[in-house]
């Protein structure tokens, strides 16, 4: 794919002309990425709309070979190496940014000291910065900034950067980051040296990238094919192009309030109802007394029906986090919560109602043992459909429109979008104090490894360009995060 995009045919500015070098030159060329037969359909497509809109004709002969779906199915599973391989997106000139010069292999471009190298000098954040500008000029008003970076490695201080940037220009804008990395990062390291390298980085990023947000999510389990959350699902760990699925069709139904219309307070619609911002999710989360600014991500996918018995608990039970090193059946009497549920299946494997919906969920948190202290709920009755290009991570019992089967289908152990045309979905972000062992890890590894006199990493953060104080600095900040969260810290901060 260019990194123009590819909505618009526009050719290099820079000048054939222009000559930078003298001297023997030799050019090494590698041969193009081959097409996958999804790409190769896609483009077919296009090629033969075009023509057809050129010579403002239809139908007749079709030129290009068909391509069943069933072989870009298998095409695509066997074959995805990179996100452009699935992508089926329209892209803008200004929407890519190519980080240019990087001769660096992928599994080495691992570390915040790597990564902090890269960057020239602030320059690939100005014009980062300057495509930004370009879309929020088109905005009528900005509700908050959603940001998502892949915190496993060198796009860590990138993002820092950009975030930097974002906070001195748009200064009253919120952002909630998802701070989001596949299930290869969680590999323990074979030597010592990567092992400390890989908790500083972890440390050292999430406390650089949280203090540049209002809200950070942790998005990534070790392992999403033995985790809860993949009860119904059959994916392969291994594959990059089945996680992401997973964890994208999260985002997005997390995302879908903020798209909603807004009706006001109490107007619901029969197709939508509880339309927030992205300001205000942040609010709810992280602006009430303990604010707390780390929240945990929760899916059921597919989201259960709304039939049989103990239904409200059902919801709830099928709710599992996507956020790693977390603790279990915390009661947090201060929890808030926010969940999006949208596409449920009610009587008869008909789509329920927005009322039917609400009521269900409310029942649930009052007949459950545990009930956070708020909950904002957001529903849609459109489900979250699965495109062709979406993977096969669907298991033997879930049905063509998410339902969940009795009895799993033989021969068939997972389905994609040719046997799941959509799927019911809810997520839930939620700020617990179940997320205190996350911090206490980081906090943990930042003074064991960085800190501490003697600390065999302390040369090492030394050369990603902290001085100790900073590190100092980066600890209390995690301190007081775990401070916030720890009811013995504050029943014994009450009695002083």
Not at 102 to 118: A, C, M, T
Not at 319 to 348: F, M, Y
Not at 377 to 406: A, D, K, T, Y
């Amino acid at each position: 794919m260019s990194s123009r995009g590819t909505l618009y045919d526009e050719g290099s500015s820079a000048s054939s002309n222009i000559l930078t070098w003298g001297g023997n030159f030799s050019t090494h060329a590698a041969e193009p990425h081959k097409k996958n037969l999804f790409l190769q359909s896609l483009y077919g497509e296009e090629q033969e709309n075009s023509l057809t809109f050129e010579n403002g004709v239809t139908g007749g002969e079709n030129p290009r070979t068909e391509i069943h779906d069933r072989d870009k199915v298998e095409s695509l599973e066997n074959g995805v190496q990179y996100w452009t391989d699935f992508s089926k997106v329209e892209y803008h000139p200004q929407s890519l940014y190519e980080l240019s010069g990087l001769w660096v292999d992928p599994q080495k471009f691992d570390n915040y000291g790597i990564g902090r190298e890269s960057l020239s000098g602030g320059l690939q954040v100005e014009e980062i910065s300057e495509r930004l500008r370009f879309f929020v000029e088109e905005c009528d008003h900005i509700q908050g900034f959603q940001f998502i970076v892949d915190d496993s490695g060198g796009f860590s201080p990138l993002a820092v950067d950009v975030l930097e940037s974002i906070a001195d220009e748009y200064t009253n804008v919120p952002v909630l980051l998802y701070a989001v990395r596949g299930p290869g990062s969680s590999v323990d390291p074979r030597s010592q040296k990567q092992r400390v390298s890989r908790k500083l980085h972890d440390a050292v990023s999430f406390s650089r990238l949280s203090s540049l947000c209002k809200l950070i999510v942790p998005v990534g389990l070790p392992s999403l094919s033995r985790s809860k959350a993949s009860t119904f699902l059959c994916v392969n760990d291994e594959k990059l192009y089945h996680c992401s699925a997973a964890y994208a069709a999260t985002l997005h139904s997390l995302s879908l309030p903020f798209r909603m219309e807004p009706l006001g307070p109490t107007a619901d619609s029969s197709y939508a109802s509880g339309a927030v911002t992205v300001n205000e999710v942040v609010q709810i989360l992280s602006g009430q007394a303990r604010q707390n600014m780390v929240a945990i991500l929760d899916a059921a996918m597919p989201a259960p029906s709304l039939t049989g018995n103990e239904v409200e608990q059902t919801l709830l039970r099928h709710l599992q986090p996507l956020t790693p090193e977390i603790a279990k059946d915390i009661e947090d009497l201060q929890s808030v919560e926010s969940i999006s549920v949208h596409g449920a299946l009610g009587p008869g494997g008909q789509r329920a109602s927005v009322s039917e919906v609400k009521d269900m969920v409310h029942a649930a948190y009052e007949h459950a043992t545990t009930r956070p202290m708020f909950c904002h709920l957001s529903v849609v009755q459109c489900p979250l459909p699965i495109p062709l290009p979406f993977p096969s991570i669907f298991g033997n019992r879930v049905g063509q429109h998410g339902e969940l089967l009795s009895t799993p289908i033989i021969d068939s152990p997972s389905r994609g979008s040719l046997d799941v045309h959509s799927i019911p979905m809810a997520a839930r972000l939620r700020s617990s104090s179940a997320v205190l062992p996350f911090l206490e890890n980081r906090l943990g590894s930042l003074r064991s490894f960085g800190i501490a006199r003697g600390a065999p990493g302390a040369e090492l953060v030394r050369s990603w360009g902290f001085a100790k104080d900073e590190l100092e600095d980066m600890g209390e900040v995690l301190s007081k995060m775990i401070t916030t969260l720890d009811p013995r810290s504050q029943m014994s901060s009450d009695s002083d």
